[in-house]
């Protein structure tokens, strides 16, 4: 405590990073607690001088507390005070006479004396601690030396000269900072930051104020410090806080803009480093608790002994909780704060208590070694005569030092001149109490210390030279460190006060790389440190131990957790780990949000029941509704998922429900996957358990796709049809283990004997290891029984009283087909996603479910015979999804050759049932597209429209020519030309004109997507024949095909091919149409080469065939539309225009293109200085490659 600066400094020991004003304070409350008994010990008279309690001669407190200011310090120094009336005054330390100079507030003097110690060797640890402490030399007014502030009684004389430090000026004079004061540790305060930025540190910490003297300033209007720029920072980001809090937006704003070089969202960006303090509306309401009156600076109060406030209480404790009255208010923050003194007193006494038995330990082995070695007083180690003296000088100068202050003194922020600290760690052990309580406990409680012996050399010299002589032998106990070092612990209590002192020191100084190293340490200390403040301490640290940890880091963050969950219980987890997760739920990095959000799902095992459901569901719903990183949120997804399956608060179901809408209609892919993957699965099992799954959760997501279905009309959105279809597929393995676990035979299964082996591909791949039947179930085996008993009671004695397997085919599979009917046949998506989620139920229900139970309800539906044939009725069943989802989603779920037969005769009825009906085809082209993606069909699909080829109706033979071209393009080249052309060229010669003009659509595709040759050349000579042939001129039919297949292919297809086959018969039916007499044909032919001619002007068209095909097709095209359509002659007239442009630019650019003699003889010219320069250049390789460098 001697080390306090009369400025309040501490010793040169840097601000800790990881503790918070309020931890400043208690320093400050401690350390005047401290000056305050010390005082009290000084002025007892009747101390006995060899005890403990007595004050030694070189107590600088004990000085202070008999001598007036001003006085020569021998005068104070009375025969009394020196411990004896009869002894000889020993020669006063320059320890005690530096105290007594900066106390008087002598600095000149101080620092004189000081020059001159640091210039003979003998620096003072007490004097170069002040003036390295820039802290004591900023205050600008203060109260005279010895001089109570005014108007507080009690507070001057001797008491204040004692009891608290003096402020920097003298008489009321002010003392600046000077350049003769300014020293080198006082001219650089800037520190690095762990991201490497220089931030200039301009804090001074409050605690550099003595307290006395804060309240001073506090508590007179007149003497207030003017405001510090880290202080500015830090109330205008409360107040900005404020002001969001209460909706003064505005304002918020302005002042925002007022104060532009503040962060106003990034705590971190005021500048110090303490935790965010609470917001201005707690510190006004806890204003009251710390507000300082008149009588409560009376020092009565720390003068007042045990036994009257032990009578004090009762009668203050009778105060009625309502008050009135300001004496009634006063009353009781006066027993507010006697409470207070009791509590702290009662920490003196413990510490008392251990500092007495530290030192009658020592006094006993001291005294054994005298006994037991003739020659030990000789020799006495002078490190125990060291530590013995400062323990005694301790436990006198700071008897009232509570356990979080001793911690706090270790911690650098007070430290003793001689590198002692003024508190010692209460031990895990008996030895915390007095001797004579030591002696009534049983001898069993009692450690016993084993007693350590040094061989004693057989010299007569005294123990006066040996302790000077050992005092060469380098040794630094004058510090923080060197008291650490110095004091080895000697119970596992010990260890971790240690450690809880060091830690906070360490860390700071490890590279940041390497701090995942610490993480055991901060964990184990944090376990079993006895102290609260502490452990709250030293989780803060391993929460903001990285500043962005990545995921091996924050692996090993969790890990620490959740085995500190698991050691200290579900209490202190509440306690201790949840608030470091709510205090960085908002923090600028998603790496730091990251591992708070992993941290709740983590820990959610460990949790009070209560507390999962309720604040931990709320923390990580307030995450997903408002954090934009993806990452964060796909954390919070798989922590909610955790949290449901452990949650038992039947009331938090609509709440998990509306979180999963959320969650499936995030923007992010990463999110819904992973709500796919974990929170649907585990939402879905706790509502099986409630017994919502088929009552709620499925209902209502097949309610939300009729009404998506109603509203979509004109537009639907698939997106959203997507979710919902998404999130009942994900719920199908949930509703089979329902299914079979409500079963009948589900009381009959019983694991004996060998067990059936389940087939590899008896159910899909799960998305996830929470989607496997065999995981929801319990084991494979038990899943295997069930499986054999589900097919035999199918298979035999039907669903009678199974009534979760009656509501999926009696409300399930209705509802779906009809769901089905409604959607629009020519959405691909739509279609697909109903497939997949048919061919999943199908595939996990099973093959006897689905021919017994499925099939037979779309059959019922589809009808499909020839007899119900009604051609003037386009718009049956046949016509609608149905047909696509029951051929791709049902009847592809097995693949055996019945299976296949099945399929093959479906598809077959369907287009000779559409094609005779003369119905759209849009319902037999979904399900031809949805089957040809995959090449196990391709087979299968030509053998259908072989089918229709050889079929006896011309309408059967077109609709399979149509089927070709969807067919074309994902089928290898092989089936093209051994299966495709050939049945092609076999409807290309049919009787029937319309078959043949079905079949240019396919040709064309041909033409588009294969690169053989041979197959391209049979192409174009059936498009030849079909173009050329007398008896298809009049076709008028046919030459639309022709073109508009010309217009599709045209652009994609080979040049060769569009170069010398499409654009010269496009130039060629342009010609044609000119003379074309009825309007109507020549229209339509004209709309149709207008739009072939747009799609191929995109091409590379050579300058010949511009000029010789292309130009005059177009002229003669704008003929056409000058007579029929002029809004697009005057589009036709643009495209010629510019055709002609680009071939007038080409015939300009052409002798260009040829180089000029003078343009060749300049390259030359140029080529052959070029390469002279590089001919002189005679320097090394490495240095020729340099010269190509760009300059830095």
Same mark, same amino acid.
């Given at each position: 405590?001697?080390?306090?600066?009369?400025?309040?400094?501490?010793?040169?020991?840097?601000?800790?990073?990881?503790?918070?004003?309020?931890?400043?304070?208690?320093?400050?409350?401690?350390?005047?607690? @401290? *000056?305050?008994? $010390?005082?009290?010990? &000084?002025? +007892?008279?009747?101390?006995? =001088? %060899?005890?403990? #309690?007595?004050?030694?001669?070189?107590?600088?407190?004990?000085?202070?507390?008999?001598?007036?200011?001003?006085?020569?310090?021998?005068?104070?120094?009375?025969?009394?005070?020196?411990?004896?009336?009869?002894?000889?005054?020993?020669?006063?330390?320059?320890?005690?006479?530096?105290?007594?100079?900066?106390?008087?507030?002598?600095?000149?003097?101080?620092?004189?004396?000081?020059?001159?110690?640091?210039?003979?060797?003998?620096?003072?640890?007490?004097?170069?601690?002040?003036?390295?402490?820039?802290?004591?030399? @900023? *205050?600008?007014? $203060?109260?005279?030396? &010895?001089? +109570?502030?005014?108007?507080? =009684? %009690?507070?001057? #004389?001797?008491?204040?000269?004692?009891?608290?430090?003096?402020?920097?000026?003298?008489?009321?004079?002010?003392?600046?900072?000077?350049?003769?004061?300014?020293?080198?540790?006082?001219?650089?305060?800037?520190?690095?930051?762990?991201?490497?930025?220089?931030?200039?540190?301009?804090?001074?910490?409050?605690?550099?104020?003595?307290?006395?003297?804060?309240?001073?300033?506090?508590?007179?209007?007149?003497?207030?410090?003017?405001?510090?720029?880290?202080?500015?920072?830090?109330?205008?980001?409360?107040?900005?806080?404020?002001?969001?809090?209460?909706?003064?937006?505005?304002?918020?704003?302005?002042?925002?803009?007022?104060?532009?070089?503040?962060?106003?969202?990034?705590?971190?960006?005021?500048?110090?480093?303490?935790?965010?303090?609470?917001?201005?509306?707690?510190?006004?309401?806890?204003?009251?608790?710390?507000?300082?009156?008149?009588?409560?600076?009376?020092?009565?109060?720390?003068?007042?002994?045990?036994?009257?406030?032990?009578?004090?209480?009762?009668?203050?404790?009778?105060?009625?909780?309502?008050?009135?009255?300001?004496?009634?208010?006063?009353?009781?923050?006066?027993?507010?704060?006697?409470?207070?003194?009791?509590?702290?007193?009662?920490?003196?006494?413990?510490?008392?208590?251990?500092?007495?038995?530290?030192?009658?330990?020592?006094?006993?082995?001291?005294?054994?070694?005298?006994?037991?070695?003739?020659?030990?007083?000789?020799?006495?180690?002078?490190?125990?005569?060291?530590?013995?003296?400062?323990?005694?000088?301790?436990?006198?100068?700071?008897?009232?030092?509570?356990?979080?202050?001793?911690?706090?003194?270790?911690?650098?922020?007070?430290?003793?001149?001689?590198?002692?600290?003024?508190?010692?760690?209460?031990?895990?052990?008996?030895?915390?109490?007095?001797?004579?309580?030591?002696?009534?406990?049983?001898?069993?409680?009692?450690?016993?210390?084993?007693?350590?012996?040094?061989?004693?050399?057989?010299?007569?010299?005294?123990?006066?030279?040996?302790?000077?002589?050992?005092?060469?032998?380098?040794?630094?106990?004058?510090?923080?460190?060197?008291?650490?070092?110095?004091?080895?612990?000697?119970?596992?209590?010990?260890?971790?006060?240690?450690?809880?002192?060091?830690?906070?020191?360490?860390?700071?100084?490890?590279?940041?790389?390497?701090?995942?190293?610490?993480?055991?340490?901060?964990?184990?200390?944090?376990?079993?440190?006895?102290?609260?403040?502490?452990?709250?301490?030293?989780?803060?640290?391993?929460?903001?131990?990285?500043?962005?940890?990545?995921?091996?880091?924050?692996?090993?963050?969790?890990?620490?957790?959740?085995?500190?969950?698991?050691?200290?219980?579900?209490?202190?987890?509440?306690?201790?780990?949840?608030?470091?997760?709510?205090?960085?739920?908002?923090?600028?990095?998603?790496?730091?949000?990251?591992?708070?959000?992993?941290?709740?799902?983590?820990?959610?095992?460990?949790?009070?029941?209560?507390?999962?459901?309720?604040?931990?569901?709320?923390?990580?719903?307030?995450?997903?509704?408002?954090?934009?990183?993806?990452?964060?949120?796909?954390?919070?997804?798989?922590?909610?998922?955790?949290?449901?399956?452990?949650?038992?608060?039947?009331?938090?179901?609509?709440?998990?429900?509306?979180?999963?809408?959320?969650?499936?209609?995030?923007?992010?892919?990463?999110?819904?996957?992973?709500?796919?993957?974990?929170?649907?699965?585990?939402?879905?099992?706790?509502?099986?358990?409630?017994?919502?799954?088929?009552?709620?959760?499925?209902?209502?997501?097949?309610?939300?796709?009729?009404?998506?279905?109603?509203?979509?009309?004109?537009?639907?959105?698939?997106?959203?049809?997507?979710?919902?279809?998404?999130?009942?597929?994900?719920?199908?393995?949930?509703?089979?283990?329902?299914?079979?676990?409500?079963?009948?035979?589900?009381?009959?299964?019983?694991?004996?004997?060998?067990?059936?082996?389940?087939?590899?591909?008896?159910?899909?791949?799960?998305?996830?290891?929470?989607?496997?039947?065999?995981?929801?179930?319990?084991?494979?085996?038990?899943?295997?029984?069930?499986?054999?008993?589900?097919?035999?009671?199918?298979?035999?004695?039907?669903?009678?009283?199974?009534?979760?397997?009656?509501?999926?085919?009696?409300?399930?599979?209705?509802?779906?087909?009809?769901?089905?009917?409604?959607?629009?046949?020519?959405?691909?998506?739509?279609?697909?996603?109903?497939?997949?989620?048919?061919?999943?139920?199908?595939?996990?229900?099973?093959?006897?479910?689905?021919?017994?139970?499925?099939?037979?309800?779309?059959?019922?539906?589809?009808?499909?015979?020839?007899?119900?044939?009604?051609?003037?009725?386009?718009?049956?069943?046949?016509?609608?999804?149905?047909?696509?989802?029951?051929?791709?989603?049902?009847?592809?779920?097995?693949?055996?050759?019945?299976?296949?037969?099945?399929?093959?005769?479906?598809?077959?009825?369907?287009?000779?049932?559409?094609?005779?009906?003369?119905?759209?085809?849009?319902?037999?082209?979904?399900?031809?597209?949805?089957?040809?993606?995959?090449?196990?069909?391709?087979?299968?699909?030509?053998?259908?429209?072989?089918?229709?080829?050889?079929?006896?109706?011309?309408?059967?033979?077109?609709?399979?020519?149509?089927?070709?071209?969807?067919?074309?393009?994902?089928?290898?080249?092989?089936?093209?030309?051994?299966?495709?052309?050939?049945?092609?060229?076999?409807?290309?010669?049919?009787?029937?004109?319309?078959?043949?003009?079905?079949?240019?659509?396919?040709?064309?595709?041909?033409?588009?997507?294969?690169?053989?040759?041979?197959?391209?050349?049979?192409?174009?000579?059936?498009?030849?024949?079909?173009?050329?042939?007398?008896?298809?001129?009049?076709?008028?039919?046919?030459?639309?095909?022709?073109?508009?297949?010309?217009?599709?292919?045209?652009?994609?297809?080979?040049?060769?091919?569009?170069?010398?086959?499409?654009?010269?018969?496009?130039?060629?039916?342009?010609?044609?149409?000119?003379?074309?007499?009825?309007?109507?044909?020549?229209?339509?032919?004209?709309?149709?080469?207008?739009?072939?001619?747009?799609?191929?002007?995109?091409?590379?068209?050579?300058?010949?065939?511009?000029?010789?095909?292309?130009?005059?097709?177009?002229?003669?095209?704008?003929?056409?539309?000058?007579?029929?359509?002029?809004?697009?002659?005057?589009?036709?007239?643009?495209?010629?225009?510019?055709?002609?442009?680009?071939?007038?630019?080409?015939?300009?650019?052409?002798?260009?293109?040829?180089?000029?003699?003078?343009?060749?003889?300049?390259?030359?010219?140029?080529?052959?200085?070029?390469?002279?320069?590089?001919?002189?250049?005679?320097?090394?390789?490495?240095?020729?490659?340099?010269?190509?460098?760009?300059?830095?």
């Amino acid at each position: 405590m001697a080390a306090m600066a009369p400025g309040g400094g501490g010793s040169g020991g840097g601000v800790n990073p990881f503790l918070s004003d309020s931890d400043e304070d208690d320093d400050e409350v401690a350390a005047t607690e @401290e *000056r305050r008994a $010390g005082l009290r010990l &000084g002025a +007892g008279v009747g101390l006995d =001088p %060899g005890s403990a #309690g007595s004050l030694s001669p070189q107590d600088p407190v004990a000085l202070g507390s008999s001598a007036r200011p001003g006085l020569p310090v021998e005068v104070a120094a009375t025969p009394a005070t020196l411990g004896g009336s009869g002894e000889t005054p020993a020669r006063l330390s320059i320890d005690a006479i530096a105290a007594q100079l900066l106390r008087d507030q002598y600095l000149l003097t101080a620092l004189e004396l000081h020059t001159e110690l640091l210039e003979s060797g003998r620096e003072l640890p007490r004097l170069r601690d002040y003036f390295s402490n820039p802290g004591n030399f @900023e *205050r600008q007014s $203060g109260t005279p030396p &010895g001089m +109570g502030a005014p108007g507080i =009684p %009690g507070a001057s #004389g001797v008491g204040g000269s004692g009891g608290r430090e003096p402020s920097t000026t003298s008489g009321g004079g002010q003392l600046n900072r000077a350049g003769s004061i300014s020293t080198l540790d006082s001219l650089d305060f800037a520190r690095y930051s762990d991201d490497g930025n220089r931030e200039t540190d301009e804090r001074v910490a409050e605690h550099e104020v003595p307290l006395q003297e804060r309240k001073n300033y506090k508590s007179s209007p007149e003497i207030q410090e003017p405001i510090k720029p880290l202080e500015k920072r830090a109330l205008n980001f409360l107040v900005n806080e404020f002001l969001l809090k209460n909706n003064y937006k505005l304002t918020s704003i302005t002042f925002s803009d007022e104060n532009d070089d503040q962060d106003f969202e990034l705590w971190d960006d005021v500048g110090l480093n303490i935790p965010k303090p609470p917001d201005l509306l707690q510190l006004y309401r806890d204003f009251g608790n710390h507000q300082v009156t008149g009588k409560d600076l009376v020092d009565v109060a720390s003068g007042v002994d045990e036994d009257e406030l032990e009578a004090l209480t009762p009668i203050l404790g009778n105060i009625p909780p309502t008050l009135d009255t300001p004496q009634a208010i006063e009353n009781s923050l006066l027993v507010q704060k006697l409470e207070d003194k009791i509590s702290l007193l009662n920490n003196e006494k413990w510490s008392l208590m251990e500092q007495i038995r530290r030192l009658e330990s020592e006094m006993d082995i001291l005294k054994t070694e005298h006994f037991t070695t003739p020659a030990v007083g000789d020799s006495v180690q002078p490190s125990l005569i060291q530590s013995s003296q400062k323990d005694s000088e301790d436990s006198r100068r700071s008897p009232n030092v509570n356990s979080s202050d001793q911690e706090k003194n270790k911690n650098g922020h007070l430290e003793t001149p001689g590198g002692a600290d003024s508190s010692i760690p209460k031990e895990n052990s008996t030895c915390s109490f007095p001797r004579k309580e030591r002696e009534e406990m049983p001898p069993s409680s009692i450690p016993s210390k084993t007693m350590v012996h040094f061989d004693q050399p057989n010299r007569k010299l005294s123990p006066a030279f040996h302790q000077a002589l050992l005092s060469f032998c380098r040794m630094s106990a004058d510090s923080r460190l060197g008291s650490e070092v110095s004091r080895i612990a000697d119970s596992e209590k010990s260890v971790m006060l240690m450690l809880g002192r060091c830690l906070p020191h360490i860390v700071p100084n490890v590279l940041l790389a390497k701090r995942e190293e610490l993480i055991p340490l901060i964990l184990c200390t944090a376990c079993l440190h006895p102290e609260p403040k502490e452990r709250d301490q030293l989780l803060h640290i391993l929460f903001n131990l990285i500043k962005r940890p990545d995921d091996e880091q924050r692996q090993m963050i969790l890990t620490g957790c959740v085995a500190f969950a698991r050691h200290v219980g579900p209490t202190r987890v509440e306690a201790e780990l949840l608030p470091q997760c709510w205090e960085q739920i908002n923090h600028k990095y998603p790496e730091r949000r990251l591992l708070v959000a992993e941290s709740c799902g983590a820990l959610a095992p460990y949790l009070p029941k209560e507390i999962r459901s309720s604040l931990v569901l709320s923390m990580l719903q307030q995450m997903l509704m408002e954090d934009k990183a993806d990452l964060v949120r796909e954390a919070v997804i798989k922590s909610l998922g955790v949290i449901m399956g452990y949650i038992d608060d039947p009331d938090k179901y609509q709440q998990g429900f509306e979180l999963l809408l959320s969650a499936l209609g995030d923007p992010s892919e990463r999110v819904v996957s992973a709500t796919h993957q974990v929170f649907l699965p585990a939402y879905a099992a706790w509502t099986t358990e409630l017994g919502n799954l088929q009552s709620h959760l499925i209902p209502t997501l097949l309610n939300k796709i009729e009404k998506l279905l109603k509203e979509g009309e004109h537009g639907l959105d698939e997106h959203k049809l997507h979710m919902y279809l998404s999130a009942l597929q994900s719920l199908i393995p949930s509703l089979f283990a329902l299914v079979l676990l409500n079963a009948p035979f589900s009381s009959k299964a019983k694991l004996h004997g060998e067990v059936p082996q389940i087939e590899v591909t008896r159910f899909p791949r799960p998305m996830s290891p929470l989607q496997d039947v065999s995981t929801i179930i319990g084991s494979r085996e038990q899943l295997a029984v069930l499986l054999q008993l589900y097919d035999y009671q199918l298979e035999h004695e039907g669903t009678t009283g199974w009534e979760s397997l009656l509501w999926v085919v009696n409300q399930l599979l209705p509802q779906l087909i009809e769901i089905v009917g409604k959607i629009n046949v020519t959405s691909t998506a739509c279609v697909h996603e109903f497939s997949r989620f048919f061919w999943r139920l199908c595939r996990t229900f099973g093959k006897i479910f689905t021919n017994t139970k499925v099939k037979p309800q779309f059959q019922e539906i589809l009808r499909l015979s020839e007899e119900n044939i009604d051609s003037s009725s386009g718009n049956g069943v046949l016509t609608k999804a149905t047909v696509p989802i029951y051929a791709t989603g049902v009847l592809t779920c097995y693949i055996q050759e019945e299976d296949r037969k099945l399929l093959v005769g479906f598809l077959e009825d369907v287009m000779t049932l559409l094609s005779l009906s003369h119905a759209p085809l849009d319902s037999l082209k979904a399900s031809f597209v949805e089957l040809g993606a995959n090449p196990a069909y391709h087979e299968l699909l030509l053998t259908v429209l072989w089918y229709g080829v050889v079929h006896t109706s011309a309408l059967v033979r077109c609709t399979a020519a149509r089927m070709f071209e969807l067919l074309v393009k994902g089928v290898n080249e092989t089936l093209v030309a051994q299966r495709v052309v050939p049945a092609l060229i076999t409807l290309s010669s049919d009787p029937e004109i319309s078959v043949r003009i079905a079949t240019i659509p396919a040709f064309g595709t041909i033409m588009e997507t294969v690169i053989q040759r041979e197959l391209l050349e049979r192409v174009k000579m059936q498009l030849a024949s079909f173009l050329e042939d007398p008896q298809y001129q009049d076709q008028h039919s046919l030459h639309t095909e022709v073109i508009r297949t010309f217009g599709r292919v045209g652009p994609n297809a080979e040049p060769r091919f569009r170069d010398e086959f499409v654009i010269p018969h496009l130039h060629k039916l342009a010609l044609v149409n000119n003379l074309q007499i009825v309007d109507s044909k020549r229209l339509d032919i004209a709309i149709h080469l207008f739009e072939a001619y747009s799609a191929l002007s995109c091409c590379f068209i050579s300058e010949d065939l511009m000029v010789n095909h292309f130009l005059p097709g177009l002229r003669c095209l704008r003929t056409d539309m000058e007579h029929l359509s002029p809004e697009h002659e005057v589009i036709l007239s643009s495209m010629i225009k510019e055709c002609e442009q680009k071939v007038e630019n080409k015939t300009v650019q052409e002798p260009q293109g040829s180089m000029s003699i003078a343009a060749s003889l300049v390259s030359e010219d140029t080529k052959t200085k070029f390469l002279n320069k590089m001919g002189q250049l005679t320097t090394s390789g490495a240095m020729l490659a340099n010269v190509f460098q760009r300059k830095k």
